[in-house]
């Protein structure tokens, strides 16, 4: 049986994924690690709440070692709660596409308030991921950067297949340069809020095989980026970008044709994360919808308390 958790984080991403037989866990995979903090300074703070850090709950599932950790991308609100992940739990394998240098220093993001504010936001998402691994050296057993050129295929468990799709290739030396640069104490706050911009664009997608079952999860990308024919049905979609109007469109969904979505975002978001019109469009598609926190849209979403979306497939 292959589990799924969506991983109620708030703000942010982490899917839990694994295989079971017997009631044991025989893999485990998860994929980005939430925010650092389950409540944003810029939102208002729900009444009542489920929320829970990506550590914690690993925790709570008593999972202590991952096979697998991927981080589509180095937004915040992916690898902020990396440490606590850590803390819970050793990884065999990271695969992302950027690796910090061994010992990174602290990229100290607000030493040189000179730099636009954009820039320091991108140097200190990269510090998260970097002082994560370094506070936590010799959780992770191997590193495996992606080159972001090509179509990576994973045969997980003998039932269990991984593609792992990049968005523009061009974009990740671009990436590298920008983060060697940035630990060697090099700072160009134009080529940081340039990247800024493109990060999202950068994002990695998975496709899961199961048992005739696919599973989609878009990441961060926009729906520009791959409403092609790279985008065959699946069951399951893991909508991008927090359901925002840049997320998804028609033509996408009618490629994808999923029977069931989720859409990890935080409950009372300010900046229409989910949009309505995603929502709506979402509705005349998919069969079933879930929400990590406890959206609520009059007329189109009630909000549901818990800790994460469970999905199983036999």
Known sequence: ???????????????????????????????????????????????????????????????????????????????GGLDRVLEAASVDRLIATYVPPENAPDLAPDADMT????????????????????????????????????????????????????????LYPRQ???????????????????????????SLRQRLYYHGREVVLGGDAYAHMWETDTATPCDILKVPHHASLSSTTRKLLHLLQPKTAVVCVAAGRPDERPHPYIISLLREYVQELYFTDAVDIPGLVEPEFHECVHLEIP
């Not at 925010?35 to 709950?57: C, K, M, Q």
């Not at 983060?179 to 800024?196: C, I, K, M, Q, T």
């Open 176 to 202: 590298k340069a920008l983060f060697d640069a940035a630990f060697r104490g090099e700072r160009s706050g134009y080529d940081l809020v340039r990247w800024g911009k493109s990060m999202n664009v950068s």
């Open 1 to 79: 049986m292959l589990v799924l958790d969506f991983i109620n984080v708030g703000n942010g991403d982490s899917i839990l994924v694994r295989e079971r037989q017997a009631g044991r866990d025989v893999f485990a995979m998860l994929v980005d690690c939430g925010h650092d903090n389950l409540i944003r300074d810029d939102h208002p703070v729900p009444e009542r709440t489920s929320r829970i850090y990506a550590g914690d709950f690993l925790k709570k599932q008593g999972v202590t070692h991952l096979d697998v950790l991927l981080l589509t991308h180095f937004h915040r609100d992916h690898v």
């Open 115 to 170: 730099l636009p504010k954009a820039a320091r936001n991108v140097l200190r998402c990269m510090n998260f991921y970097a002082q994560a691994l370094c506070r936590h050296s010799g959780r992770v057993a191997r590193f495996v950067e992606l080159p972001g050129d090509r179509l990576e295929t994973l045969q997980l468990t003998d039932a269990l297949r991984m593609d792992i799709l990049s968005g523009e290739p061009a």
